[in-house]
């Protein structure tokens, strides 16, 4: 594993082709069967490596103080100290803890996260801190090191180190110490650590899982023939020296490494291995017509039923199982939180990538079921009644909506006739003046994408969630062998509802704007003060909760005897913090801490300290940095103080940060006003309400510079553009009357102001009606700023604070899967073949293309799958709308903006951080694996999920099947959506997006495993 940068790409497919050779074959797969980090490579030892930052390619960003970011806390057990994981950025991460004296009330020391007598570097990125229930060691994950670092808090030194792997993040100890859970976010896994204390001694190991029988593979030598000697046999005529990327000849370590490749642990019949040499009747495909489709109609084993080498070869496979930990959730869970049960028989995970909870039998070390709460989970608490002598989970998360209608429309909104009173259009402009045109030049849009559980439409769905759920309601299987098979979703908790089983909260402004739907969410519901709740703590019968984007913290009494369920939870208080709340932790009764809440400051680099008795706060100072350069000091700060932060947005509910969970994206595609469409309130008339049409994948905000525009369609630049976004928070609107963030209705505007291109909900207002809410929302913003910057700045301002955040740092994660496994070498061939047209598109080194000659727009005619509502608007980027009315701009004064003439048209995104995106990709998000992305329908490549992806609760995969989505559209009779489309000038049929049909199965997971090695 490389302690060095890895070498930058070079541009070219020359130099794509010779890495491919200089790296092919040069280290094994791994023994589970997948893609993984030079960890776990079949026949590997370990070694204790870091990865190394991903360097800036911006030639110019703004000087900026080196800021500590402290990230995580643990109170000592005694009460006298608070340790604190110094995060850093991903440019330059951090390496120490630093230690708070409680009486002292200051940072006394900080420790450095690696051994007195170790020689190389410190861990990278400390991330959690779990205490062992003996108190004296403290366990620190390093998201950037593949290890953990061991302190003893009695020496306040590290004293060892435990081997797991990359971005281990969140880690928590059973009761009696001997074994700790860990949550591994790129493999989508828990470890299980055995661990053993004995006075000053603390040693701990990581418990492998699963994997292949190496043994049985080469042969037991008890006479029977091992797996190799088998598939020699059956499969060495063909593939004795490798061909069709399969081999099966006398080199036994070789023919070892390409079973693995080919198998599925556990899973014989989804195994390429045996999928490739049996028929379709029996699940496989070597009959599959046409051949370069299947194995050229050679099978191998026609009645496998009865072929003992067959049965051998299946029960090799089926004794596997996957590993090095215990998986959680669909592929791209990114588990992230982990919290046990009262008795340790059940480890709850909480995945921000799939928006579930995994429930893992501790006993059988499998997952068992899982919790759906329809977001990002970013924290959990088990609270353990003494009053019921029963468990409750808590759950930190956000808002059940992502922007789109709340149900079917029984009225025939989704309509195709244009007749149709209820009848929704698209909204096509006049390119030149950014004019909508005209009812009769418009398209009927057919049915929705998407539907929610919410009746608010775009941003309005931002909201901030905790949900308690009574776990002895659950039917959560026992540890048995009758509760083996295919977990399931064991309750399904996305509605803002009351149940004595479980309840729902959000946010108390929730309904408190002036477009906001009202009488949608029950009253007693709406409790939840703040944005964005991060993090935890439970101490007696309260909860404390972190609310990271609006700066404070959340105190609730806990009442699972309540009469009314919806007073299980009843907020108590709400402290003021600093800037940017994230750990939490309350200190033990009996202690110095006893009374008191710690929470760290992630921006403003401090630690608040929350006195329970008096009520009051006080902070103190971490990061010596902002003493000499207080927060935020420059103009990047300030972009990154917006973008975190829910205080810009008019209801105080609303950040970038909800939608770009991580500077990436919340796993689902959204409904904005991006993406519009429009219902005429006459049939003879243009008068139209504007309304959200259809969905939008989230593009993430890391490596934005050099890939512009930033917008799958091509409209939007990262510079100096992010209004389009913004006003999403801060709706005009809303400024017609009083907001939770106060009243502006005494200001007006002095002079007509230049339109803003901004789409109120309810129709455009007059002329001197618009310019007198643009003046409020302007005023507001004048205040916030002065109150969080020291000066006032408007729109204007704040929009260019964001785009100098956007290209400041790269924010780019290191990537750790092994770049050096035959897969990878194999599918960066593939990507470089003209035939299947990858590099084309998304040359190296920022895998996407920004520079098509003669074409403005810089935008390819239709490649992917399209619904009926992504062609629903004139994309018109806001440069361009400020050059019809003359605004200049400093960053990029000669830029005239974008436009999507042809509706249907999409730029060519990057790929790089694809292996940390959640799983929901396309510019619709209607992908939910890379699989998916490239393979064509009904690939042999395609596999099953573990749980149907659901959105808005709706399942998505019939039969829990993958579905290639390589083909712009398919329909079996001409209907107005195959005209609309025609029209568009979009191609119909199979291998649009690259060509890959003629890939084999096996080829197209070395494709995908090559997109998951780019970083």
């Known amino acids: 594993m490389r302690l060095e940068r890895r070498a930058a790409w070079a541009g070219g497919i020359v130099a794509i082709l010779s890495a491919c050779l200089s790296h092919a074959e040069s280290a094994p797969p791994s023994r589970f069967g997948k893609l993984?980090?030079?960890?776990?490579?079949?026949?590997?030892?370990?070694r204790r490596a870091n990865l190394a930052p991903v360097g800036n390619p911006y030639p110019n960003p703004q000087p900026h103080p080196?800021?500590?970011?402290?990230?995580?806390?643990?109170?000592?057990?005694?009460?006298?100290?608070?340790?604190?994981?110094?995060?850093?950025?991903?440019?330059?991460p951090g390496s120490e803890v630093a230690v708070y004296d409680v009486t002292a009330q200051k940072i006394v020391k900080r420790i450095p996260l690696k051994p007195a007598d170790e020689p190389g570097p410190p861990g990278l990125g400390p991330w959690d801190l779990a205490l062992h229930p003996e108190g004296r060691f403290l366990v620190v994950t390093n998201r950037f090191s593949n290890f953990a670092s061991v302190i003893d808090t009695r020496l306040d030194a590290v004293i060892g180190e435990i081997p797991l792997d990359f971005y281990c993040q969140g880690a928590v100890f059973d009761k009696t110490g001997k074994k700790l859970y860990v949550a591994n976010r790129y493999l989508d896994q828990v470890f299980v650590v055995d661990v053993h204390v004995q006075g000053p001694s603390f040693r701990a190991a990581m418990r492998e899982l699963g994997g292949f029988d190496d043994k049985a593979f080469f042969g037991r030598g008890d006479g029977r023939p091992g797996i190799h000697e088998l598939l020699v046999r059956r499969c060495a005529a063909c593939h004795s020296n490798g061909q069709g990327g399969y081999y099966a000849g006398p080199k036994r370590r070789e023919s070892l490494h390409s079973a693995l490749e080919h198998s599925t642990p556990g899973k014989s019949r989804a195994s390429l291995l045996l999928r490739a040499v049996t028929r379709g009747r029996d699940g496989g495909y070597a009959d599959r017509s046409p051949r370069y489709r299947s194995h050229d109609g050679v099978v191998v084993f026609p009645d496998p039923g009865s072929d003992p080498d067959y049965r051998a070869i299946a029960q090799w496979i089926d004794s596997a199982a996957d590993g090095p930990g215990i998986s959680v959730g669909n592929p791209g869970s990114q588990p992230k939180t982990l919290a046990l049960s009262g008795d340790g028989r059940l480890l709850f995970s909480g995945n921000t990538g799939t928006q579930d909870i995994s429930v893992i039998d501790t006993g059988l070390a499998r997952e068992v079921g899982a919790i759906y709460v329809q977001n990002a989970v970013d924290?959990?608490?088990?609270?353990?009644?003494?009053?019921?002598?029963?468990?409750?989970?808590?759950?930190?998360?956000?808002?059940?909506?992502?922007?789109?209608?709340?149900?079917?429309?029984?009225?025939?909104g989704e309509t195709w006739d244009a007749e149709h009173p209820a009848a929704q259009f698209s909204v096509w402009r006049d390119t030149g003046s950014g004019e909508i045109l005209p009812r009769g030049r418009q398209a009927v849009l057919g049915p929705f994408d998407a539907v929610d559980e919410t009746a608010e439409m775009g941003f309005r769905d931002m909201q901030n969630d905790i949900v308690f759920i009574d776990l002895g309601s659950l039917n959560i299987p026992r540890s048995d062998s009758s509760s083996a098979g295919t977990p399931a979703y064991l309750l399904s908790a996305n509605r803002y509802e009351a149940h004595r089983s479980w309840v729902r909260y959000t946010s108390d402004t929730a309904e408190s704007t002036y477009g906001d739907v009202k009488g949608d969410i029950?009253?007693?519901?709406?409790?939840?003060?703040?944005?964005?709740?991060?993090?935890?703590?439970?101490?007696?019968?309260?909860?404390?909760?972190?609310?990271?984007?609006?700066?404070?913290?959340?105190?609730?009494?806990?009442?699972?005897?309540?009469?009314?369920?919806?007073?299980?939870?009843?907020?108590?208080?709400?402290?003021?913090?600093?800037?940017?709340?994230?750990?939490?932790?309350?200190?033990?009764?009996?202690?110095?801490?006893?009374?008191?809440?710690f929470v760290v400051i992630h921006f403003g680099g401090t630690l608040a300290v929350i006195d329970r008795r008096s009520r009051r706060t006080r902070e103190f100072v971490i990061d010596p940095s902002i003493q000499a350069r207080p927060i935020p000091d420059t103009d990047a700060e300030r972009g990154e103080l917006f973008v975190h932060s829910s205080v810009f947005s008019s209801d105080g509910d609303v950040s970038c940060f909800h939608c770009h969970r991580g500077d990436t994206n919340d796993g689902r595609p959204w409904g904005t006003h991006q993406v519009l469409g429009q219902e005429y309130m006459s049939r003879r008339g243009n008068k139209s309400r504007k309304f959200v049409a259809g969905t939008m994948g989230v593009p993430q905000l890391r490596g934005l510079f050099a890939i512009q525009p930033l917008y799958y369609e091509g409209t939007f630049t990262a510079f100096e553009q992010p209004r389009e976004a913004m006003v999403e928070q801060t709706f005009l609107e809303d400024f017609r009357a009083a907001t939770p963030q106060g009243n502006f209705g005494d200001v007006y505007a002095h002079a007509i102001l230049p339109r803003s291109g901004d789409l109120p909900l309810s129709g455009d207002p007059s002329e001197a009606e618009r310019s007198d809410l643009e003046e409020r929302r302007n005023e507001f913003f004048r205040r916030q700023s002065l109150r969080y910057f020291g000066k006032a700045f408007t729109l204007r301002d704040l929009q260019r604070f964001i785009g100098q955040w956007q290209i400041n740092e790269p924010r780019l994660l290191p990537n750790p899967f092994d770049p050096r496994v035959a897969s990878v070498a194999r599918g960066k061939k593939i990507y470089a073949d003209p035939q299947v047209g990858c590099v084309s598109c998304h040359p190296p080194p920022h895998f996407a293309k920004k520079d098509l000659p003669d074409n403005p727009e810089q935008a390819f005619a239709?490649?992917?799958?399209?619904?009926?509502r992504d062609g629903s608007s004139t994309l018109i980027g806001m440069n361009r709308l400020d050059a019809i009315q003359g605004v200049s701009r400093d960053l990029e004064p000669g830029d005239a903006g974008r436009v999507e003439r042809v509706q249907g048209h999409f730029t060519s995104f990057q790929l790089r951080g694809l292996w940390d995106r959640p799983p929901v990709f396309l510019h619709n998000g209607l992908a939910r694996t890379l699989a998916e992305v490239v393979a064509t329908p009904g690939h042999a490549g395609l596999g099953e999920f573990k749980y149907e992806p659901l959105l808005g609760g709706v399942g998505e995969r019939p039969g829990r099947r993958e579905i290639g989505l390589n083909a712009t559209a398919f329909y079996s009779k001409m209907s107005p959506a195959l005209d609309a489309l025609r029209s568009s000038g979009a191609r119909i049929g199979l291998d649009t997006h690259g060509g890959t049909s003629q890939l084999s199965a096996r080829q197209l997971q070395d494709l995908v495993d090559f997109l998951m090695s780019i970083e």
């Open 379 to 412: 924290s959990l608490a088990v609270y353990s009644s003494p009053r019921t002598k029963r468990d409750y989970l808590i759950v930190a998360t956000e808002g059940i909506g992502f922007g789109v209608p709340k149900q079917r429309d029984p009225f025939g």
């Open 862 to 868: 239709p490649t992917v799958l399209l619904t009926a």
């Open 522 to 597: 029950p009253p007693d519901l709406m409790r939840v003060v703040g944005a964005m709740p991060e993090r935890m703590a439970v101490a007696d019968d309260r909860l404390f909760v972190s609310m990271r984007a609006s700066h404070e913290v959340q105190e609730w009494t806990i009442d699972p005897t309540a009469v009314e369920p919806s007073d299980y939870l009843r907020p108590t208080a709400v402290y003021r913090a600093g800037l940017e709340p994230v750990g939490i932790a309350a200190g033990p009764e009996g202690t110095p801490a006893a009374g008191k809440v």
């Open 36 to 46: 993984a980090g030079a960890r776990w490579a079949q026949g590997s030892n370990y």
């Open 66 to 92: 080196k800021r500590e970011r402290p990230h995580n806390l643990a109170v000592s057990r005694d009460g006298s100290k608070v340790y604190i994981g110094l995060l850093g950025s991903e440019l330059e």
